[in-house]
Every structure is written in C-alpha cells, then in structure tokens.
C-alpha cells in the first residue's frame, strides 16, 4: 500500500492542488504524477514515459544539488564542468537544456535573457524540495514552447504531515564547503503550506587547467573560483469551501560567483565575478462545479531575473547587467463527462521581455508575447486501456501560429504485473529575443525550431511490486535548427534533421528489509545533417545505487555512474571546429547515516570517491574527492 503523496507532484500543476484532503489519507492507488496530464493520474495509466525523485531518496542521499538526482535518471545526462556554481548544461533524451520546460511550484524558470530561453541549473540545490518528475518526450500539446525534450517540474510542497513540523540541516567539508538549510512545515485538514531558506558557500576549485598572463592572473598556482547560494521557496494552498480553494508559490535565489576565461584551454583569471537574483511567485485559485465533474483552475506568475557579469581582461574591464521578466496567466478546466471520458482545456497568454547594458554602450530593450488555447481528451474505453489525445495552437507576436498535437497510450496485463506504453508528439523552440534581436547577431525573420518524437516499451513488475524494470525505446528528431553563422555573423535557420534515438532501461528491487537496489542504463545515438555527433552526449550511460541497513539504526548509501563513449567540440580558430573524444569515467558516491534519535541524523558523505581525474568539457577541471559531515534534526 502507498500513500496519495503530493511529493511527486510539482505543485506547478494547479489541478493538483484541487483536494488537499487527500494527501493525507492512504489509499490502493500508488504512485502519482502531474506531469504528464496536468492533473494527478496513477502512474500505472500513463502512457507517456516519466520518471520521478521522491522526497525519501533525497533524504536518503543527501546530495546538495538537484541535478546530482538527475543524472541518476535514465535519459538524463548533467554536464558541470568547474564545479559549484559554474555554467551546468542537462540533456534529456540528447536534446540539451534550452529543449526542456522547468517549473518549479508551477512557474516557468528559464531566463529570458539567456542566448537561448533555458533553466540555470547550477543554482538549484536539493534544500526543502519533496519531489521531482522528469517527463520525457514532445510535450507542447501541454506546455508551449520549449518542451521538446521533455518537461521537468520541481515540488516544495509534498511530504507534510498533519501539525505544525521544523527541520533543520546543517553540512561542512571538503573544499571550504558548508550548507545550511531550515524548513518549516503546517498542514491542517483542510491546507498546507512550507516556507524554507537554504544557504551554501563552497571556495570551489578552479575550471581552468592553465594559467593565465599578467595582469589577469598573477599567481603561479590555481585560483579556486568560490561559489555562494541564499534560495528560499514557499508554497502553500487552502480549501475555503467545498468547491473553492486557494494556492500560491514563490522562490527567491541569490547567488555570486567567480569564474575563468573560457577557451582552448580556458586560463586563470583573478577577477571575472558573476552575480544573480532570480525572483519568482505565483498565485491562483481552483472552482469546482456541477458536483465536482466542471473543475477550474486560474493562475498568474512572475518570473524576474537581474543578472550582473563583471569581467578583466587585457583590453579592460567588461561590466553587464542582464534583466529579463515574464509574466504569465493561465486556464486549465476539465469535464469529466463520463467515468471512462474527461475532457481538459485551457489557454494562456505570457510575455518576456529582456534589457541589456554594458559599460560600452550598449542599452537594448526587447520583448515579445506567445498565446495559447489547448485540449487533451482522457479515455478509458475498456478496462485497463488508458487512451489520451490533444492538440495545441500557439501565436507568438512575432513568427505567427503555429500547431503541435500528442497521442499517448497505456494497457495493462494485471495478472501478469506487465504494461505497454507509448507516446507520440510534436513540439517546437520560440526562437529566444537574443535570437531575434541581439545586436549585430539577431535575426527577426527566424521561425521555431519544430520536433517529432515517439516512445514505446514495457514495463514488468516481479514479486508482489518488489521489483519493477522497463525498457523503453525513443527517438527525437528537431528540424530547423537556429544556429550562428559565421558567414553572415547572425543567427540563421539551418536546413536539415538532427536525430536522437536510443533505449532506456531502469530497474527499482526491494531485494531484502535491509537491501534496496536500483539501475539505469541509457544508449544515446545522434546525427546532426552535417553527419556529426551531437557533442558532450554520452552513448553510453549507467547509474547504479544500493542502500543497506546493516543494524538497527544504520543506513549506508552508494552511487555509481559510468560515462562511456562522448566527444566535445572545440574550436582552434575562428570559425572552425573539430571534434574530440573525451576520456570515460566512474564517479562513486556515498553516505553512511546513523539514527541518534528517532529526529535527529548524523552523517559522512563522499564524492567522487574514486578520485578521478576527468573532464565533461575539453581542457575544463572537476572536483576531485569531497568528504562532508552533516546533521538533520526534525521537531
């Protein structure tokens, strides 16, 4: 038996926040997600691929960040070179992050201001996040732009116990590193909420390999480039009636950093520093009618970005600030005509807008608006068939309408614990404002980056739920690219597919009280229409975790990842560019926890345990072994 536990479901899903009640009460219908319908449905019945991150396993792992999950994901592939704080690229299916839709608590956190609209993944730590689902495959049916790769929403409001709840973790080691978070839980029988503030501070080590020239850098050995996070989240939701309920979600991050001068190899530098404060909320309401069978959910976000970037080099001093904003209303409704036929709806209209100044002139100030209506039908025409189709119709301000549909499927063998599943979609990419209006490099005729994608595979649970594999086969084509063109020194829209394709296989055993075991294994092939690799994917990539609980009290945690067979891509002079391989690697982590009490945790974690010399971007440095000691205690 599990619980309906709303750790799974990123609040960012308004529909989930429809029964509160019932995330307190135990029921036979397993794990949820949101995801991949924007309404909570049993795992068992969809058709999509999604794969999730529990609150336990965060816990359990105590890692700070939030792609240190990720890569463990089948599908997923995390790039960090430098360590903290440095620029951290994500992949989905062999499709890079400016693919993947991010919601955290329901809001829409890519930056506009970015060269291509897409997540900052290096400062979003692990601290007072329940839940993470990775939704795999073409979603704009679902969620506009961006989703071509998938969609991933982020919860802080899953895993709340009745009563009023503190939690406090507080971690320091290797490298100057120390991490410090509070979290504070209420949840009544008729609302929720949790408010947390995190903190880390870490002197780093530095991403460059070689030094750099006077006066840039004036120290014969490295300078380690520190790192420092303040985040804090909110969310919350309240039934006021039986059909009438409220909810709201913020998050603040403010994070500072140093870094070197990128190149071939990227070299010392004293004095490049990066500052950034991102802002976020989001508030709205649900109205349930007809006895429950019309629910309608209406919200509105805010997303604000400041970002200041100072850098030295020999021609002086370059200092830029980077301020971009979105703003966002939505309507989702559904009619459950039937108790096999739901019908879903909705439409939302948001505007981005970035300005960018420097100290050499530079004062540009651009937006743009992007419009939808959408509808999805949700069918289960016979037992155990689990049916769903919908369509999408964007118009965005600049390149006009455009259309994308998905068709999903599920069927369940009961008896024999198996389901089939696949999914079949479309999705497209906006081009980004630097895209179309970057001085010198814009290109305001550039049209959307479109996609196909399917999956298909099966799922088998063994031994009364113990153990559950899957072994899914997908593929992602993206047609034309917007890339810069070093003969027209602007952006342009390149002929040709690029393909993605591979398999995806996972398995989750209970294999004993004391044992758990779990594994992922992802081949990744792709073919750019030039017949090149996509660079920094691996073709190869494996995850393996264990947890024991030798003696009462105990709990010992490892992790291992294997990257095998990726190349970069460099260039030695301008314009040109060659493809290199790098090294593979094993990467072992873990955690050994003892129970002080029935709320308090004392720990030792390691990273990279192996202590491997390695790199996920060419000539660009990684940590070695980290050793940490921590603290969690609970009242």
């Known amino acids: 038996m599990q619980r309906y536990d709303k750790a799974l479901i990123p609040a960012a899903i308004a529909a989930a926040l429809a029964a509160v009640p019932a995330a307190h009460a135990e029921t036979d219908i397993g794990t949820i997600v949101v995801t991949?319908?924007?309404?909570?449905?049993?795992?068992?019945?969809?058709?999509?691929?999604?794969?999730?991150?529990?609150?336990?396993?965060?816990?359990?792992?105590?890692?700070?960040?939030?792609?240190?999950?990720?890569?463990?994901?089948?599908?997923?592939?995390?790039?960090?070179?430098?360590?903290?704080?440095?620029?951290?690229?994500?992949?989905?299916?062999?499709a890079d992050k400016k693919y993947v839709k991010t919601l955290f608590n329901g809001i829409d956190i890519s930056d506009p201001t970015a060269t291509q609209v897409q997540t900052s993944w290096e400062h979003l730590t692990t601290g007072?996040?329940?839940?993470?689902?990775?939704?795999?495959?073409?979603?704009?049916?679902?969620?506009?732009?961006?989703?071509?790769?998938?969609?991933?929403?982020?919860?802080?409001?899953?895993?709340?116990?009745i009563g009023t709840?503190?939690?406090?973790?507080?971690?320091?080691?290797?490298?100057?590193?120390?991490?410090?978070?509070?979290?504070?839980?209420?949840?009544?029988?008729?609302?929720?909420?949790?408010?947390?503030?995190?903190?880390?501070?870490?002197?780093?080590?530095?991403?460059?390999?070689?030094?750099?020239?006077?006066?840039?850098?004036?120290?014969l050995s490295l300078e380690p480039d520190s790192y420092r996070n303040i985040t804090g989240t909110f969310a919350g939701e309240q039934q006021l009636s039986e059909t009438f309920s409220v909810f709201a979600a913020g998050l603040l991050i403010r994070a500072d950093g140093e870094f070197d001068d990128s190149g071939n190899p990227p070299t010392d530098n004293l004095f490049n520093t990066g500052d950034t404060t991102q802002k976020a909320g989001r508030i709205g309401f649900n109205l349930d009618l007809l006895d429950g069978r019309f629910t309608n959910t209406v919200s509105?976000?805010?997303?604000?970005?400041?970002?200041?970037?100072?850098?030295v080099s020999a021609y002086g001093p370059y200092d830029a600030n980077y301020r971009g904003l979105r703003k966002k209303v939505d309507y989702q409704g559904a009619f459950h005509a039937a108790d096999w036929a739901t019908l879903q709806f909705g439409a939302d209209s948001e505007w981005q807008s970035a300005k960018v100044t420097d100290n050499y002139g530079t004062?540009?100030?651009?937006?743009?608006?992007?419009?939808?209506?959408?509808?999805?039908?949700?069918?289960?025409?016979?037992?155990?068939?689990?049916?769903?189709?919908?369509?999408?119709?964007?118009?965005?301000?600049?390149?006009?309408?455009?259309?994308?549909?998905?068709?999903?499927?599920?069927?369940?063998?009961?008896?024999?614990?198996?389901?089939?599943?696949?999914?079949?979609?479309?999705?497209?990419?906006?081009?980004?404002?630097?895209?179309?209006?970057?001085?010198?490099?814009?290109?305001?005729?550039?049209?959307?980056?479109?996609?196909?994608?399917?999956?298909?595979?099966?799922?088998?649970?063994?031994?009364?739920?113990?153990?559950?594999?899957?072994?899914?086969?997908?593929?992602?084509?993206?047609?034309?690219?917007?890339?810069?063109?070093?003969?027209?020194?602007?952006?342009?829209?390149?002929?040709g597919v690029t393909r993605r394709r591979g398999v995806e296989a996972s398995l989750a055993w209970q294999a004993a009280p004391w044992l758990d075991l779990e594994a992922a294994y992802t081949f990744t092939q792709t073919h750019q229409p030039d017949g090149l690799e996509r660079p920094r994917i691996p073709a190869h990539d494996i995850a393996l975790s264990a947890t024991v609980r030798p003696a009462e009290k105990w709990e010992i945690t490892g992790t291992a990842r294997a990257v095998l067979d990726t190349t970069d891509r460099i260039s030695p002079s301008w314009g040109t560019f060659v493809d290199v391989a790098l090294d593979d690697y094993v990467l072992v982590d873990a955690k050994v926890a003892y129970q002080w009490n029935e709320d308090t945790e004392i720990y030792v974690r390691g990273e990279n345990l192996l202590d491997q010399k390695y790199q996920v971007v060419k000539g660009y440095g990684m940590p070695g072994i980290g050793v940490f000691a921590g603290l969690k205690a609970r009242f």
């Open 363 to 495: 004062d540009t100030s651009d937006a743009f608006s992007l419009a939808g209506v959408w509808a999805q039908a949700l069918l289960e025409p016979v037992e155990n068939l689990t049916l769903t189709a919908g369509g999408r119709h964007d118009r965005h301000s600049v390149f006009g309408g455009y259309n994308t549909w998905r068709l999903t499927g599920a069927y369940l063998f009961p008896d024999f614990g198996t389901k089939l599943h696949a999914s079949v979609g479309t999705g497209y990419r906006a081009p980004s404002l630097y895209e179309l209006y970057g001085p010198w490099v814009g290109n305001p005729s550039l049209q959307p980056e479109q996609s196909f994608s399917f999956d298909v595979g099966v799922e088998q649970t063994l031994l009364d739920g113990r153990l559950v594999a899957d072994v899914t086969y997908f593929q992602l084509d993206t047609d034309n690219l917007i890339d810069y063109s070093y003969a027209t020194f602007s952006y342009v829209q390149l002929p």
């Open 128 to 161: 007072g996040v329940s839940g993470i689902e990775v939704l795999k495959g073409s979603q704009s049916t679902l969620y506009g732009s961006d989703a071509v790769a998938g969609v991933i929403g982020i919860s802080t409001l899953g895993g709340i116990e």
């Open 36 to 94: 991949p319908n924007r309404t909570p449905t049993e795992k068992s019945k969809v058709g999509s691929k999604v794969e999730t991150v529990d609150e336990e396993k965060i816990a359990r792992e105590s890692k700070p960040l939030i792609t240190d999950y990720l890569t463990l994901l089948p599908g997923v592939s995390v790039s960090a070179p430098g360590g903290g704080g440095q620029e951290t690229s994500l992949s989905v299916r062999g």
């Open 300 to 311: 509105a976000q805010i997303f604000d970005v400041d970002r200041d970037l100072h850098l």
């Open 165 to 219: 709840h503190h939690e406090l973790t507080i971690e320091g080691g290797s490298r100057g590193t120390v991490r410090a978070g509070y979290r504070l839980t209420n949840a009544t029988e008729t609302g929720r909420f949790s408010f947390g503030v995190n903190g880390l501070t870490t002197d780093g080590i530095s991403r460059a390999l070689s030094n750099g020239t006077p006066p840039l850098d004036t120290d």
